[in-house]
């Protein structure tokens, strides 16, 4: 059963580990993607890797509110309407205390993973409502949910962007459109290598360590686990679902 057919996604972050995965799913369950990033180079070797004439990459940087703009009318161009809209494009910035945090680097943070994630609803919602609704799937973290030392800028945008979830839920509801976040724990990703990196440079894998010991399951995800949780909410079988956060963390959130 192809549980997208025929429905067009927009997939920002699209050339990382999450953004791929999900593609690729996407597109096996006959969906028709978007992927957004800013490297052009980068999301042509990602379309060439998929394989699909269903898909096609834009670059843009999700915080300037006109690539944003440009890459829905892209897609409308391209493929005629939007149903899904995953806004998984972040950023993790720097490991540093709060009083050593570089303010440039801090705004770099919130212009990606708060700014990106609302620029992304103002020009998404329109063309999304006016297809008879559909669903919004907004990357978060587990550090959405809780707090961690020396990424005070991360974990505030993490937080923010749940909000953002919230509020777009009570009001895209009567348009038929469903917002949930993702709040994934440790994925095998290039975030997590670049954490664990800032955390103990040189010494990453005593971090790995201590952090799956940390996890009931004993491991951290791999991509493709999160792309299925997207999968759910992205098509029908999540058609009661909205307003609401969805831990995929190894059961962190229950230790």
Same mark, same amino acid.
């Given at each position: ?11 920002? =972050?699209?050339?990382? =580990? ?6 690729? !799913?996407? !597109? ?14 980068? !999301? ?57 945090? &570089? ?17 992304? !609803?103002?020009? @998404? ?17 587990? =550090? ?16 923010? @962007? ?15 459109? /469903? ?14 290598? &670049? ?18 010991? &940390? ?12 792309? /299925? ?9 999540? &058609? ?16």
């Amino acid at each position: 059963m192809q549980r997208l057919l025929d429905k067009v996604a927009i997939i920002t =972050g699209g050339t990382g =580990g999450i953004g791929l995965a999900t593609a690729k !799913l996407f !597109l096996a369950e006959g969906a028709q993607v978007a992927l957004v990033d800013l490297d052009q180079e980068s !999301l042509d070797a990602a379309v060439t890797d998929i394989g699909s004439e269903r898909s096609i990459g834009i670059a843009a940087d999700v915080s300037d509110a006109d690539q944003v703009e440009a890459f829905v009318e892209a897609t409308m161009q391209k493929f005629g309407r939007v149903d899904v809209f995953f806004a998984n494009a972040g950023i993790e910035g720097a490991v540093q205390p709060i009083t050593e945090y &570089s303010i440039d680097d801090f705004d770099r943070v919130m212009a990606v993973n708060v700014r990106g994630v609302w620029l992304g !609803l103002k020009y @998404v919602i329109p063309p999304m409502a006016a297809s008879d609704g559909g669903s919004i799937i907004l990357t978060s973290s587990m =550090g959405g949910l809780r707090g961690m030392p020396r990424v005070s800028p991360y974990i505030a945008s993490k937080h923010a @962007v749940v909000g953002i979830m919230r509020s777009a839920a009570i009001e895209c509801a009567r348009l038929g459109i /469903r917002v949930n976040t993702i709040n994934p724990g440790p994925i095998e990703t290039r975030m997590i290598d &670049s954490i664990e990196e800032g955390y103990a440079p040189g010494a990453t894998q005593i971090v790995r360590d201590k952090m799956e010991a &940390s996890l009931p399951m004993r491991r951290y995800g791999v991509p493709e686990e999160v792309a /299925r949780l997207a999968l759910f909410l992205a098509n029908d079988e999540s &058609s009661y679902c909205t307003g609401t956060t969805f831990p995929i963390d190894g059961g962190m959130s229950a230790a």
